[in-house]
């Protein structure tokens, strides 16, 4: 009974975390600061041109919900270091706000920039195509993605490759690993 008793604790705890993400994104009251927030605050005072400070700034605040100072420091961001890793992690920071149109803008960037040589390029554009609805792009950098990394093939793999991204991330990967397994994948 001692062993059960904490593992039902534990549980029910991460059971309880994507209520506490889904509450802190959309909340109508934004999360005023965070410890990492207050880092990267340190960050960007100390260095104003530090783009990877705004993009990680960005990304944080798009978590808590606070949207316009999120998109503020994206734009910062890319203006500062036009570079395919930047507008990646716009990407990924639009995306968590539920601009997805913007995260396909930045993620289709992004690829341009690199060429496709980005190991994030393909389930990048997996999330953007997601979160537009385009299934059909969706699925076909879905399967690049696999070829890249062969992780994203098995359900097991992928739950471990993706075990600390956030609750939407990891909506929008495994939907479409489902899709992907049942419609698309080559048995």
């Not at 802190?24 to 960007?44: F, H, R």
């Not at 968590?96 to 980005?118: C, H, I, P, Q, W």
């Not at 059909?136 to 098995?154: M, S, T």
């Amino acid at each position: 009974m001692t062993t059960t008793l904490p593992r039902q604790l534990l549980h029910s705890t991460l059971a309880l975390l994507p209520l506490l993400f889904t509450t802190l994104a959309g909340s109508a009251e934004p999360v005023d600061t965070t410890p990492k927030l207050e880092v990267l605050n340190g960050q960007i005072k100390a260095n104003a041109e530090d783009a990877q400070a705004y993009a990680n700034r960005g990304y944080t605040l798009a978590l808590l919900g606070r949207k316009d100072e999120a998109r503020a420091d994206l734009k910062k961001s890319v203006a500062l270091k036009d570079n395919a890793p930047m507008h990646n992690r716009a990407g990924w920071a639009y995306f968590n706000l539920g601009d997805y149109v913007d995260a396909v803008r930045e993620f289709e960037t992004s690829v341009k920039m690199s060429n496709f040589r980005g190991h994030y390029d393909y389930y990048s554009l997996v999330l953007g195509y997601w979160g537009t609805g385009e299934t059909k792009k969706a699925l076909e950098n879905y399967q690049l993605a696999v070829e890249r990394d062969p992780r994203f093939g098995e359900y097991k793999t992928l739950a471990e490759r993706t075990a600390e991204w956030t609750p939407l991330e990891r909506r929008a990967i495994h939907e479409t690993y489902v899709l992907w397994s049942k419609a698309w994948k080559a048995q």
